[in-house]
């Protein structure tokens, strides 16, 4: 689920259904050629880790 997007990085952040709210589980950084608002459901492909935060890019919808 998207939670925001990050100017800086040109990057959305969202979370796994598998992640606590709370960000306690880290996040899912991913990068998207549309334009995605918080509460949307994507689908990601895990590029590499991050400590606890998950990279991708979004996949065709």
Known sequence: MVESYDD?????????ALFA????DG??????SK????GDFVNVC???AAGHNLI?????Q
Do not use: A, Q
Not at 21 to 24: I, L, Q, R, S, Y
Not at 35 to 38: A, Q
């Open 46 to 48: 895990y590029r590499r």
């Open 8 to 16: 800086l990085s040109g990057m959305y952040i969202g979370r796994s």
């Open 35 to 38: 334009n995605l608002k918080p």
């Open 56 to 60: 991708g890019d979004m996949l065709k």
């Open 27 to 32: 996040c899912v950084r991913f990068r998207s």
């Open 21 to 24: 709210p709370d960000g306690v």
